[in-house]
């Protein structure tokens, strides 16, 4: 069974930054591709970053350009977000998933992590 688990999330001043970890089980994580996906309230989801299965390729959404990097450990089936200069805008749920060739197209989701960026 594929399970994807975040966790790192939480309450954090506008400009500070987090580090969200998914760690991955129930299936070859070196071989797929990730993504990780946002949904604020009231909100679809988003498309954030993505990465090669390799960890090589990296892609972002404009929104997060320079602000967040994604990275990969296939040793220990984890891949990050890590966030840094954090807006208010950033708040949502953050989910990683898995996305086999990194095009968005997602077979398997996580439960998510809050992230709440507020003063």
């Known amino acids: 069974e594929v399970q994807l688990v975040e966790s790192g999330g939480g309450l954090v001043q506008p400009g500070g930054s987090l580090r969200l970890s998914c760690v991955a089980s129930?299936?070859?994580?070196?071989?797929?591709?990730m993504s990780w996906v946002r949904q604020a309230p009231g909100k679809g989801p988003e498309w954030v970053s993505g990465?090669?299965?390799?960890?090589?390729?990296?892609y972002y959404a404009d929104s997060v350009k320079g602000r967040f990097t994604i990275s990969r450990d296939n040793a220990r089936n984890t891949v990050y977000l890590q966030m840094n200069s954090l807006k208010p805008e950033d708040t949502a749920v953050y989910h990683c998933?898995?996305?086999?060739?990194?095009?968005?197209?997602?077979?398997?989701w996580g439960q998510g992590t809050q992230v709440t960026v507020s003063s």
């Open positions: 990465i090669n299965s390799e960890g090589g390729s990296t």
């Open positions: 129930g299936f070859t994580f070196g071989i797929y591709g």
């Open positions: 998933a898995r996305d086999p060739v990194v095009s968005r197209e997602y077979d398997h």
